[in-house]
């Protein structure tokens, strides 16, 4: 369930990204990476993930220098979250900043595996 707390915590943080939130942001919206529709700060169970498409069941975690203090809890979120089949892809804030080219390239590796992955068509004029 979203608590009132977690969905104004996730509005803010969609309203202050960090750099490379920003950069991933960039690639993610709009169906741009592959046709895959991504939310951002999104709320699964009472965890907020940076980004997320529910039709793979992908989040991905960009980690900050903040992650380095909280390893323990990460962890344990994802381990929570995976139960629910929901696979990660995590990548420091570093690697987006200075390679998104490499980061999107190896996201697209990740996903590939998966079955069902065909991305949703894309209509013309359709805005998400």
């Excluded at 069941?57 to 994802?78: M, N, P, T």
Aim: hydrophobic share 35%; charged share 35%.
């Amino acid at each position: 369930m979203k608590s009132k707390i977690k969905i104004q915590l996730a509005r803010e943080f969609r309203k202050t990204p960090t750099k490379s939130e920003k950069i991933m942001w960039r690639n993610l919206r709009r169906n741009n990476f592959k046709g895959f529709y991504f939310r951002r700060q999104h709320i699964i169970d009472g965890y907020i993930v940076d980004f997320y498409c529910d039709r793979i069941k992908l989040a991905i975690e960009i980690d900050g220098s903040v992650h380095q203090k909280q390893i323990k809890e990460d962890a344990e979120r994802q381990k929570i979250l995976e139960v629910k089949k929901i696979k990660f892809f995590r990548v420091s804030s570093r690697e987006v900043e200075n390679n998104i080219d490499l980061v999107l390239k190896s996201l697209e590796k990740f996903i590939t595996p998966y079955p069902n992955l065909s991305p949703i068509p894309i209509v013309m004029g359709e805005r998400n």
